[in-house]
């Protein structure tokens, strides 16, 4: 079971990237797929999630900017991040859950390695 983040990269301030998180080895169509990111030093930090329904949620510096959505077909699941912030800065990781507070890290059972965002100002 693999979770694959891609789509990180060096940005501008008020630029855009989209992530995707291709899963490959099981289906998880029926779980909760997430976005945390990280920086050194800092516990890992919510970002967004998808429900298998469609809900989403997102964290309060992220809302209005970020937009998460997935494919269950393609078993993935994307963030689009508008009007990009240096202190987006971090390397974002997806994860997959099945119960839980989602937005909290130790609720999903799946993790992928992560890619980096750098926003420079």
């Known amino acids: 079971v693999q979770l694959q983040a891609s789509g990180g990269g060096l940005v501008q301030a008020g630029g855009s990237l989209r992530l995707s998180c291709a899963a490959s080895?099981?289906?998880?169509?029926?779980?909760?797929r997430g976005w945390f990111r990280q920086v050194p030093g800092k516990d890992r930090e919510f970002v967004a999630a998808v429900s298998w329904r469609g809900n989403t949620n997102y964290a309060d510096s992220v809302k209005g900017r970020f937009t998460i959505s997935r494919d269950n077909a393609k078993n993935t699941v994307y963030l689009q991040m508008n009007s990009l912030k240096p202190e987006d800065t971090a390397v974002y990781h997806c994860?997959?859950?099945?119960?839980?507070?989602?937005?909290?890290?130790?609720?999903?059972?799946?993790w992928g390695q992560g890619t980096l965002v750098t926003v420079s100002s």
């Open positions: 080895g099981r289906s998880f169509s029926s779980s909760t």
């Open positions: 994860a997959a859950s099945y119960g839980g507070d989602f937005y909290s890290a130790s609720a999903y059972d799946y």
